[in-house]
T-cell receptor, first 116, second 115 residues
Framework: DTAVSQTPKYLVTQMGNDKSIKCEQNLGHDTMYWYKQDSKKFLKIMFSYNNKELIINETVPNRFSPKSPDKAHLNLHINSLELGDSAVYFC???????????????FGDGTRLSIL | AQSVTQLGSHVSVSEGALVLLRCNYSSSVPPYLFWYVQYPNQGLQLLLKYTSAATLVKGINGFEAEFKKSETSFHLTKPSAHMSDAAEYFCAVTPPGEYGNKLVFGAGTILRVKS
């Protein structure tokens, strides 16, 4: 039973296209996240949602739009893909409310996005 | 802003030798600290966490880490390396009281285990 699952695992597409990555967690967690891991393996948070409410929105281009239909799902839509968007995108989730910052985050296996 | 420094982007040890991966954080107020491991083409797996309880924290796979406030460090150790420990290790922090539970990661350390 996968705790945090992302689809697709690999995504290869042309520059200028629009694509979505889906994430689901079955851990009963309240908070979900998107992180970007670049080619040097550096990880940086992009967004966080708590019970469908956006609580973290780092400096990310407007072309990236997260959507949380319910607290078990957090999808990431990317418009007008650029070469620099090539990366591995990780979804994560954690228990508890945003005021409590000591909860570990559980990660999915990542989506490797390659822009041609 | 909170930052995390991992000294040594690559560490190489022999099988059976001590593993020491270094992590230092920047804030004056101790954050919550985590170590994650990433195997090739996989997500991050939590090894252990420090959340202001015991300063010596034991994790999975025989790893442990010691929080030292005076040195602003949270180094990861394992007494005897196995081949299966070869992976990339990330130290991460969340500043206490900061809204949102955001993880700030170090740059990672690739551990190589030689037979």
């Amino acid at each position: 039973d996968t705790a945090v699952s992302q689809t697709p695992k690999y995504l290869v597409t042309q520059m200028g296209n629009d694509k979505s990555i889906k994430c689901e967690q079955n851990l009963g967690h309240d908070t979900m996240y998107w992180y970007k891991q670049d080619s040097k393996k550096f990880l940086k948070i992009m967004f966080s949602y708590n019970n469908k409410e956006l609580i973290i929105n780092e400096t990310v281009p407007n072309r990236f739009s997260p959507k949380s239909p319910d607290k078990a799902h957090l999808n990431l839509h990317i418009n007008s893909l650029e070469l620099g968007d090539s990366a591995v995108y990780f979804c994560a989730s954690s228990l508890g409310q945003p005021e409590i910052s000591n909860q570990p985050q559980h990660f999915g296996d990542g989506t490797r996005l390659s822009i041609l | 802003a909170q930052s995390v420094t991992q000294l040594g982007s690559h560490v190489s040890v022999s099988e059976g030798a001590l593993v020491l991966l270094r992590c230092n954080y920047s804030s004056s107020v101790p954050p919550y600290l985590f170590w994650y491991v990433q195997y090739p083409n996989q997500g991050l797996q939590l090894l252990l966490k420090y959340t202001s309880a015991a300063t010596l924290v034991k994790g999975i796979n025989g790893f442990e880490a010691e929080f030292k406030k005076s040195e602003t460090s949270f180094h990861l150790t394992k007494p005897s390396a196995h081949m299966s420990d070869a992976a990339e290790y990330f130290c991460a922090v969340t500043p206490p009281g900061e809204y949102g539970n955001k993880l700030v990661f170090g740059a990672g350390t690739i551990l190589r285990v030689k037979s």
